[in-house]
């Protein structure tokens, strides 16, 4: 079970290369202008065997002078709610400001570990200059340069023993966790009502060891799996304004506990960019996909040519990935609700799909050898054989080749759209790996 580990400070502290830094990515686009973060604000991180994952709260800010403050307040305490541990990093060269001093005073009141990170500490003279820092009250500054590097592995030594290494979620491992997840409003809570209905009594809940993903054993009408519900305890007040950040805290919770994902979009409202965030959250913890287009029956135009439309709309914003499911539902009339059901478990079927490797070089070296990799500066790169990997979360194939470095992503993505014709993998990720012969 993954632990959540929020960046939060003011603007141009230096939380996008921190951010960059831990997970081995250049993903934030990292410049000087204030709030310039957005969409790459989430990522893992491992560190002598442990994973967590980051969020980089800069990405969040509303860009106005007069509510910039109080929009990086909110998230402070959105972050306090939702993480489990929160680096607070200050930026020495600047000292402290009148705002540090007030993030200080809402994370001094959490119960959260809260770590004070200075950055940009480059020689000595500078390490000494960090010790203004205590009187935040949050305890020794641990200084480090996000830029070069320096001190972060003792950061991360640090980050490790502060966070809980609690069990493992007290459930069984083999029923699936379907987790519903889309922006507000999308009729998440609706769905989850009308499928638990007013029978709840079969309902047996298990609170999970995260912060509060509580799982929803449903086993009825030959069904049984877990809903992964993040529902919790949401302070409405505290979130009107930044509801976009928190859902998306939320979501990453979610994702994480879940093996499918189902993502709802609202049909009155179309794809929108917080729809696409939440699938690249899915994607990037590599969960099956099931899209529901919900609140169908709102929709006047119901004919095939419009269906197809949409469908067409969602797979081209979600390229390249587009074999999964579309259903078009409604919660609130009950349309189709068991339909979805039925797919993210076919869907859940589809990970644990096993190919035979004979039946698999059958197939796929003739479609090869009529499609070879393109050479490369006059080399020809072969593949030999191929065979799936055992015991892994989602379908794993690796490809032997002469010269696996030549390999390129497109070429990738011809094999699994091969693999996906020929076998059913609808809804769920697959990896390709290259390796020498």
Not at 142 to 163: E, F, Y
Request: aromatic share 10%; proline share 4%.
């Amino acid at each position: 079970m993954g632990n959540l580990v929020a960046i939060v400070g003011r603007p141009n502290v230096g939380k996008s290369t921190l951010f960059n830094r831990l997970t081995q990515s250049r993903k934030a686009i990292v410049s000087d202008t204030a709030g310039t973060t957005r969409d790459r604000q989430y990522g893992k991180c491992a560190w002598n065997g442990r994973e967590f994952s980051v969020i980089d709260t800069g990405g969040w800010v509303v860009k106005s002078d007069d509510i910039f403050e109080d929009a990086i307040r909110k998230q402070v305490i959105v972050a306090t709610e939702e993480a489990d541990l929160v680096l607070f990093l200050v930026d020495v060269e600047t000292g402290v400001t009148d705002w540090d001093m007030d993030v200080a005073m809402i994370l001094r009141k959490t119960k959260l570990p809260v770590m004070l990170v200075a950055n940009k500490v480059d020689n000595s003279s500078e390490y000494y200059m960090a010790a203004e820092f205590y009187k935040l009250g949050l305890g020794e500054p641990i200084c480090i340069s996000a830029a070069t590097g320096g001190g972060t592995g003792d950061l991360l030594d640090a980050l490790l023993s502060n966070l809980n290494t609690k069990a493992q979620d007290n459930i069984a491992d083999d029923t699936p966790r379907f987790a519903v997840v889309g922006r507000p409003n999308a009729g998440k809570s609706s769905l989850i009502n009308a499928l638990m209905g007013e029978d709840r009594n079969i309902v047996t809940e298990i609170a999970g060891t995260t912060r509060d993903s509580i799982y929803t054993r449903y086993d009825k009408f030959g069904f049984d799996f877990y809903l992964v519900d993040t529902a919790g305890i949401r302070r409405k007040n505290r979130v009107t304004e930044d509801l976009e950040f928190y859902s998306v805290m939320r979501s990453i919770r979610a994702i994480e506990n879940s093996d499918v994902c189902i993502l709802m979009i609202d049909a009155t409202r179309g794809i929108e960019s917080q729809d696409l965030n939440i699938f690249h959250l899915i994607q990037k913890n590599n969960k099956s996909l099931v899209v529901v287009v919900n609140k169908w029956d709102l929709v006047e135009d119901k004919s095939q040519e419009a269906i197809k439309t949409f469908e067409n709309a969602i797979r081209q914003r979600m390229a390249p990935f587009v074999d999964f499911p579309i259903i078009f539902a409604s919660a609130v009339t009950k349309q189709r609700i068991f339909k979805v059901l039925e797919t993210a478990q076919q869907v859940f079927d589809n990970r644990t799909a096993k190919v035979g490797t004979a039946k698999l070089n059958e197939v796929m070296l003739p479609l090869i050898e009529a499609y070879p990799p393109p050479s490369i500066k006059g080399k020809y790169i072969k593949i030999k054989y191929v065979s799936q990997l055992p015991n892994t979360q989602i379908p794993s194939f690796v490809f032997y080749a002469n010269l696996p470095q030549y390999i390129k992503e497109p070429y990738k993505r011809f094999l699994e759209n091969k693999i996906r014709e020929n076998w059913s993998m609808h809804g769920c990720p697959i990896n390709i790996f290259i390796r020498q012969k």
